[in-house]
Nanobody, 129 residues
Framework: QVQLVESGGGLVQAGGSLRLSCAAS????????IGWFRQAPTKERDFVAG???????????NVADSVKGRFTISRDTAKNTVYLQMNSLKPEDTAVYYC???????????????????WGQGTQVTVSS
């Protein structure tokens, strides 16, 4: 059984930084893809960034108000942990952040909730202005 546990959320002022962690257990994750999503109040859950466990291929949300350039996803295979470093935070980044996983060795990218099979419980990030 795959288990994902997020941590690192909290309250930060605009312009500040946080690093979220997603600790994965229960499987060998060499053929998995891990994604970060976020969900603000009254909004849908949106993709933020993804990474392949084996090769470390990285991809970010492809939207106008992208986090690319401010957020960085990375992994530590020895610790079975995926990170989301968030810099230059804005009040609109306030959301519950989730990590998710799916098994895949094709090299495909997955940008939607339906593309993932396992989810963590989420960690709250609040950015004050």
């Amino acid at each position: 059984q795959v288990q994902l546990v997020e941590s690192g959320g909290g309250l930060v002022q605009a312009g500040g930084s946080l690093r979220l962690s997603c600790a994965a257990s229960g499987r060998t994750f060499s053929t998995y893809v891990i994604g970060w999503f976020r969900q603000a109040p009254t909004k849908e859950r949106d993709f933020v960034a993804g990474i392949s466990w084996r090769g470390g291929s990285i991809y970010y949300a492809n939207v106008a108000d992208s986090v690319k350039g401010r957020f960085t996803i990375s992994r530590d295979t020895a610790k079975n942990t995926v990170y989301l470093q968030m810099n230059s935070l804005k009040p609109e980044d306030t959301a519950v952040y989730y990590c998710a996983a799916r098994e895949d060795s094709s090299g495909n990218y997955y940008y939607t909730e339906s593309g993932y099979d396992y989810w963590g419980q989420g960690t709250q990030v609040t950015v004050s202005s």
